[in-house]
């Protein structure tokens, strides 16, 4: 399991990046749908696996950025090929490292996005501040589960308050559960 989803890595993480290929289309599709940004949008995704989710959300911010954040080499391998195009125009990003400890300045997205991963951050409410931190003031974050990840929206908007989020709110996501919540304007 840890191999295989968490931080994939050899046979198990290829056969576990193989599954989350199949699997996974539709809530990248989702996501890209719900995430309301506009063309010069810059986005992040937390924990972008083998970067379906990077995929879709490069096409909706044709003059904007992605980032992808990932401690997986292997992901990022796949990741970086599917998506070479965009790595190759400088339009996404792909970084090494973890939700706890994200390397970007203060402030700079408008979006963060996290599918299948919030349930595997070693320490969810630094992650969460962590996000909050890096959002610009009235920015978004999207957290969402496929049904075969064995994570949850339970508890999280919770979590998301006190890590200094103002609405937390579930969204209507048929491809699992999600949830959203913003960074204060101030
Ligand atoms: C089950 S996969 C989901 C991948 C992708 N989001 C998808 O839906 O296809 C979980 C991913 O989260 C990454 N991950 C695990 N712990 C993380 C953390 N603390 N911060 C960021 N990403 C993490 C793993 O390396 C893996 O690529």
């Not at 290829?14 to 719900?34: K, L, S, V």
């Not at 070479?84 to 339009?91: K, M, T």
């Not at 402030?107 to 610009?136: E, K």
């Amino acid at each position: 399991m840890y191999r295989m989803f968490v931080r994939p890595a050899g046979p198990e993480g290829e056969t576990g990046a193989d599954m989350m290929e199949r699997n996974g289309p539709p809530m990248a599709r989702w996501i890209a749908r719900t995430s309301q940004l506009s063309p010069q949008g810059r986005v992040l995704e937390i924990g972008f696996g083998p970067g379906l989710g990077l995929e879709q959300l490069v096409k909706i911010v044709p003059d904007g950025h992605v980032t992808g954040l990932d401690p997986s080499k292997l992901m990022h391998q796949r990741a970086g090929r599917r998506n070479a195009e965009a790595v190759r125009d400088g339009r996404l990003t792909l970084v090494e490292g973890v939700a706890e400890a994200m390397p970007f300045d203060d402030n700079i997205f408008d979006l963060v996005v996290s599918v299948d991963n919030h349930h595997f951050w070693t320490d969810p409410q630094a992650g969460l501040r962590a996000a909050l931190r890096v959002l610009r003031p009235g920015g978004r974050l999207i957290c969402a589960f496929t049904l075969p990840s064995g994570g949850s929206t339970r508890g999280l908007s919770r979590r998301l308050q006190t890590a200094g989020f103002a609405n937390p709110r579930a969204l209507d996501c048929p491809e699992g559960e999600a949830a959203e919540a913003w960074k204060p304007e101030q």
